[in-house]
């Protein structure tokens, strides 16, 4: 199976094989590996084999010489998009390592459906119209969801679509769809009201890891006057590379993802699984077509969450979909972003200095990502 560890590989052979394609691939990143070494004392070496032993059924199948010298030897893959200045680094020991076990897997299910249990008494988001604020120009109803104001506001105009399930995790394509519907229609009603306000965002936080703080599945709405901070400098980044490389950046970014096998789809609407992810799996959906208006983008964005969840086993996530401004010319694509932010059952914080101010150390192989959704 391809693997991230072999990216300088690819990328040689790229160079050798589809000189065009290894041009937009090294406009837009750089990558390179090398190995961290480290020598363990006599007496950790039982303990370093136990703790990064792969397991089967609570055994160890590995021997203690194989574990040692995986961990003796780290590779390190460094990959740095020139125009965003996103960086990630993959770990050869992070990588191979297996992912959750059934026992674990079943661990974390039970503990997710007793807090959605216990949430679901007393909860105000059951009840929106009555323990919710409205936003001044009153509630729009979906079909299977409602809008309500952010009590506590990000912005001017932010606001929440409540879905009329509790259950977060559970959701159908035409669910899915009456959400981004309604999304759309309360940015218009808000650009009427309001018209310097153009930009619309739609942001999913599913569950606490995600930084949701109510349980019952919402997705978070707004319009602003400019994108925000990092959405912009995005758009500075592809406008500096039209100047500079006369190259469209989103497009050369799907075919430099599409060189190494790491994107499926066209560039109307492709998905990538990013070199550069914010952190674990990060999905990138980059279409020409409104998620708000297409029906194929509509599905597209509920075929992944539902691999992200079914398939990869993803309990918390963020989803966030910004694009062009609704009232003027701008040839911006949309983007979709999915991230994973980890399992309930891990009680440390999924980022820490590194990701906030450096390089994001991930540990999921991306190429393990995309596989599913070249499956479909
Ligand atoms: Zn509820």
Redesign the pocket.
């Known amino acids: 199976m391809a693997s991230i560890l072999q990216l300088e590989e690819k990328i040689q052979q790229l160079k050798n094989e589809d000189p065009d394609a290894f041009k937009i691939f090294s406009a837009i990143f750089q990558a390179h590996s090398s190995e961290g070494h480290m020598k363990f004392p006599e007496s950790f070496q039982e303990k370093a084999w136990q703790y990064f032993g792969i397991k089967e059924q609570g055994h160890i199948i590995e021997s203690k010489d194989q574990v040692l010298n995986r961990l003796e030897r780290q590779r390190i893959i460094n990959i740095h998009n020139h125009w965003t200045g996103e960086g990630a680094l993959f770990n050869s020991l992070r990588a191979e390592r297996p992912g959750m076990g059934a026992a674990e897997r079943e661990k974390e299910q039970s503990t997710i459906h007793k807090l959605i249990r216990d949430?679901?008494r007393d909860?105000d988001?059951?009840q929106p119209e009555k323990y919710t604020p409205e936003d001044v120009f009153g509630r729009l109803k979906g079909k299977h969801c409602i809008t309500g104001a952010n009590i506590a506001k990000y912005d001017t105009w932010s606001s929440i679509i409540f879905f009329d399930r509790?259950h977060p995790l559970e959701f159908a394509p035409e669910e899915v769809a009456d959400y981004l519907e309604t999304g759309w229609a309360w940015f218009l009603k808000v650009q009427k009201q309001d018209p310097d306000y153009t930009y619309p965002t739609f942001l999913w936080n599913c569950l606490p890891r995600a930084g949701a703080s109510q349980?019952?599945g919402h997705a978070q709405i707004l319009m602003s006057r400019r994108p925000y901070g990092k959405f912009r400098a995005l758009k500075k980044a592809a406008a500096r590379y039209r100047h500079q490389n006369n190259g469209d950046y989103f497009q050369d970014l799907y075919e430099a993802h599409q060189a190494v096998g790491l994107a499926t789809g066209d560039g109307e609407l492709g998905l990538v699984a990013s070199l550069t992810p914010v952190k674990e799996k990060e999905l990138i959906i980059l279409s020409r077509k409104s998620p708000y208006k297409s029906e194929k983008v509509k599905k597209t964005i509920y075929s992944a969450l539902r691999i992200f969840l079914d398939v990869l086993g993803v309990t918390s996530f963020n989803l966030s979909i910004m694009g062009p401004p609704m009232n003027q010319e701008d040839d911006t694509p949309y983007l979709v972003r999915l991230v994973d932010r980890g399992s309930m059952l891990k009680s440390t914080a999924d980022m820490g200095a590194m990701e906030l101010y450096g390089s994001s150390v991930i540990a999921d192989d991306p190429y393990r990502v995309i596989e599913p959704f070249k499956e479909v």
């Open positions: 949430s679901s909860c988001f059951c509790h349980i019952h």
